[in-house]
């Protein structure tokens, strides 16, 4: 799983660049809370400005570079995000799982709702949205957090989401290789290696995914293109 590291070295860093798509055409003051939910994202994740590390993001996926809103050609922005990954809230994972930061922020703020045993076991999105339902939103619950400690929200996305990866033998594949292919799509794309080490390697690395990003504070990102 990921590797926090309160420290902040490399292991701690988001990938880089992160990308966003939306019909706006964002001016020289950067991204502007008060226009979230107008580009026409869902806001399905969580309430806040949504990145991607792959390809282009926009209403909470990947993308390809044709991307549309409604009907008409985004305009797709390269950005640095500048929270750890220790400060983002994964979506999926049960509090037990969380960095440290979110999860001692979490275990303070919401213990009045359950003995510590059954925090531990409550994924992310549920804490996220028990919290909203207590102060009245999402846009509540995000501009909240930021104060705990909590920068964002981090969810897998569409393509890493229900995936699993699995290593055949050059006996069992066509090209006489070693084999690693997501099994949860028949007709996905499968990656041929010369070697068993090369294809675990990867379907390990696979397996791991790759994730969207939500973030609640402008000031926490910087437009690089």
Do not use: C
Not at 119 to 129: F, I, T
Not at 183 to 200: C, L, M, N, T
Request: aromatic share 10%; hydrophobic share 30%; net charge neutral.
């Amino acid at each position: 799983g990921v590797k926090f590291n309160d420290r902040g070295n490399t292991l701690n860093l988001l990938p880089e660049p992160q990308s966003h798509a939306t019909r706006h055409r964002i001016g020289p003051e950067g991204f502007d809370m008060s226009k979230v939910g107008t580009g026409g994202g869902s806001q399905a994740y969580g309430y806040g400005h949504y990145f991607g590390s792959e390809e282009v993001s926009g209403r909470g996926g990947h993308f390809d570079k044709q991307f549309t809103v409604e009907g008409k050609p985004a305009n797709i922005y390269k950005v640095h995000l500048k929270p750890k990954k220790s400060e983002f809230l994964d979506w999926d994972k049960p509090l037990s799982e969380q960095s440290p930061t979110v999860r001692k922020a979490l275990e303070q703020r919401l213990s009045k709702y359950g003995g510590e045993e059954s925090l531990l076991e409550m994924p992310g999105g549920s804490l996220y949205l028990r919290l909203a339902n207590e102060i009245g939103g999402r846009k509540q619950a995000s501009a909240a957090l930021p104060a705990l400690g909590i920068k964002g929200i981090r969810f897998l996305d569409s393509g890493s989401r229900g995936a699993t990866w699995k290593v055949s033998p050059p006996s069992e594949t066509k090209s006489g290789k070693w084999m690693a292919k997501d099994s949860s799509r028949p007709f996905g794309k499968d990656w041929h290696f010369d070697s068993e080490i090369e294809a675990r390697k990867f379907a390990e690395e696979k397996a791991e995914g790759s994730y969207n990003h939500v973030i609640f504070d402008d000031a926490d990102i910087t437009i690089l293109e």
